[in-house]
C-alpha cells in the first residue's frame, strides 16, 4: 500500500498536480485568517460562542471552514456558487434555452459556468448585505444565540460607512473563493468545488474532537471517535453501493463491419445526490428566520411576537423533536426531488433507444421509462434515509445526551468520506493510465 502511495510522487505531471491544490487549499486557510475591517472584536467572540452551537450559524460556520464565526474575507464560503449552481441545474429543466446549452457540450458548458458566476456574485450580494444588515446591529446574535440574548453589534459606529466596505469584501471573497475552485478543477485534480468545501469541513473537524476531550472528558471523546469511524465505514459502503441495470446493444452492420452486440450496465448510485439535500433544507429552514428577523421586535401576545417565538422555539433551537424531524423530513423530500432532475427517465429512455439499446426483457420505449423510473425511486429511498440519519445523529445527541460542541460530525464525515473517495479514484485513474498499480481494489 505505502509503496503504491509513492509511486503519485514519481509521475511529475500527477506531483504538480497535487502540490497545486495544497498551495491553493493554503491561500484559503491563509484568507480564513483575514478579518473584514472595521468589526468589533468583543462582537466577534460572542458570534463565535454562537456559532459553536448547532443550528443555522453552525450549519453557516461548518461550510465556511470557521471563517463565519470570524467574520473574515471568506465568511460567505462557497455557499453562493453551490446554491448558483443548483439554481442552473434546476432552470436547465425549466427554460429550453438552457436545456439546449446543456446539450452543446464542451461550448454549451462554458456559457452556463458563465451565467452562474453571475449569479454567484448576485446571491453574495445579496447574502452579504443581509449578514451586515442582520449581524452589524447586533440583531443576528440576538436571535440566533440560545439563552439570553446579547445585543452586541459587529460595527459599533453604525451600518454607515464601513457596513458599505464590509459588503463588496464579502463579495470579492467570494469571487475568490469561486476563482480557487477553478483553478483547481483546471490545474489541479479533483473538483475544485469539492475540494475547498473538504477543506472547510476538514479544519473544523480536530477542533470539535478536543473541545469534547476538554468539556466532556475521555468518555465521550471515546464514544465520538467510535462513532466517527463508523459513520467512516458506512458512508464508504454507502457511496459505493450502486444499482447496476443491464443494458444490451443490438448488433447491426455498419458498411463490411460488424458494430455493436456488446454487454454493459446502468450505475445508479445508492447516494446519488449526495449532501445537496442537507444543503438544501438547511437553506430553507434559514428563511422562516430571515422573515422573523424583518418583522423586528414585536409584543409576544401579538401575532408578529407569536411567530417569533415559534422560530425561536422551533426552527432556530435544535434541541427538539420537532426541529429534528422537519429536518428529516425534508431532507428525504429534496433527495427525491433532486434525483428527479439528475436523472431524467425519458431522457435516458430516449439515449438508449437511439444507441440501439435495450433493458433484457424490458420494451423500448415507455416501458423502458417506466422502468428506469421505478428502479430510481426505489433506489432513492434508502440513499435519502441514510443522509437523514447522518444528518439528524448529532441533534440525538444534543438531545439525549447533551454533547453539542461536535456539531455536525455526520454531514462533516459524509462530505469528507465522498470528496477523498473521489479524490481517490482520479488519483488511481491517473496511475493506471501510466502503468503503475493503483491502490484502489
Known amino acids: 500500500m505505502l509503496s503504491n502511495l ?22 484559503y486557510r491563509l484568507g480564513v485568517a483575514i478579518r473584514v475591517p472595521g468589526v468589533d472584536p468583543i462582537a466577534i467572540e460572542q458570534l463565535q460562542a454562537s456559532a459553536s452551537q448547532q443550528g443555522a450559524l453552525g450549519f453557516l460556520n461548518l461550510f465556511s471552514g470557521g471563517a463565519f464565526e470570524s467574520f473574515s474575507i471568506f465568511a460567505l464560503g462557497i455557499m453562493p456558487y453551490i446554491t448558483a449552481s443548483i439554481i442552473m441545474q434546476v432552470l436547465g429543466v425549466v427554460i429550453p434555452k438552457l436545456e439546449e446549452l446543456q446539450q452543446e457540450g464542451a461550448v454549451g458548458q462554458r456559457k452556463i459556468t458563465q451565467y452562474t458566476r453571475y449569479v454567484t456574485i448576485g446571491l453574495a450580494t445579496l447574502q452579504a448585505t443581509g449578514l451586515v444588515f442582520i449581524f452589524g446591529t447586533g440583531q443576528g446574535q440576538a436571535f440566533f444565540t440560545q439563552g439570553p440574548p446579547t445585543n452586541v453589534p459587529l460595527l459599533t459606529g453604525g451600518i454607515w460607512p464601513r457596513g458599505y466596505l464590509i459588503i463588496p469584501t464579502l463579495v470579492a471573497g467570494t469571487a475568490v473563493l469561486m476563482w480557487i475552485g477553478e483553478m483547481i478543477s483546471q490545474r489541479g485534480i479533483g473538483n475544485g468545488m469539492s ?123 435544535p434541541d427538539n423533536f420537532v426541529y429534528v424531524g422537519i429536518l428529516a423530513l425534508m431532507i428525504i423530500a429534496f433527495a427525491y426531488f433532486y434525483n428527479s432532475i439528475a436523472f431524467d427517465p425519458v431522457r435516458q429512455a430516449d439515449q438508449l433507444r437511439k444507441q440501439g439499446g435495450f433493458i433484457p426483457g424490458v420494451r423500448p ?73 493503483g491502490f484502489l481494489k
Not at 217 to 227: N, R, T
Not at 419 to 433: C, K
Open 6 to 27: 509513492l509511486n503519485i510522487f514519481k509521475i511529475s505531471d500527477l506531483r504538480n498536480k497535487l502540490l497545486f491544490v495544497v498551495l491553493m487549499v493554503a491561500v
Open 195 to 317: 475540494m475547498v468545501i473538504f477543506a472547510s469541513v476538514v479544519a473544523s473537524m480536530p477542533g470539535g474532537f478536543l473541545s469534547i476531550l476538554t468539556l466532556r472528558g475521555w468518555f465521550w471523546f471515546s464514544a465520538m471517535v467510535i462513532l466517527t469511524v463508523g459513520i467512516v465505514i458506512a458512508v464508504v459502503f454507502v457511496e459505493l453501493g450502486q444499482r447496476r441495470i443491464p443494458v444490451q446493444f443490438a448488433k447491426r452492420v455498419v458498411g463490411r463491419r460488424m458494430m455493436g452486440g456488446q454487454n454493459t450496465y446502468i450505475p445508479l448510485k445508492v447516494n446519488q445526490s449526495g449532501v445537496i439535500p442537507i444543503i438544501f433544507a438547511s437553506s430553507i429552514l434559514l428563511l422562516p428566520v430571515i422573515f422573523s428577523n424583518v418583522l423586528g421586535a414585536a409584543d409576544p401576545d401579538s401575532w408578529r411576537g407569536q411567530i417569533q417565538s415559534f422560530v425561536t422555539e422551533y426552527i432556530v433551537n
Open 365 to 437: 420505449g415507455p416501458q423502458t421509462e417506466r422502468y428506469l423510473g421505478k428502479a430510481v425511486n426505489r433506489i432513492t429511498l434508502p440513499g435519502a434515509v441514510f443522509i437523514a440519519v447522518i444528518a439528524i445523529l448529532p441533534y440525538i445527541l444534543l438531545i439525549v445526551a447533551n454533547v453539542s460542541t461536535f456539531g455536525f460530525a455526520g454531514t462533516s464525515v459524509l462530505i469528507s468520506v465522498g470528496v477523498a473517495l473521489e479524490l481517490m479514484r482520479q488519483i488511481d485513474s491517473q496511475l493506471t493510465l501510466r502503468n503503475y498499480e
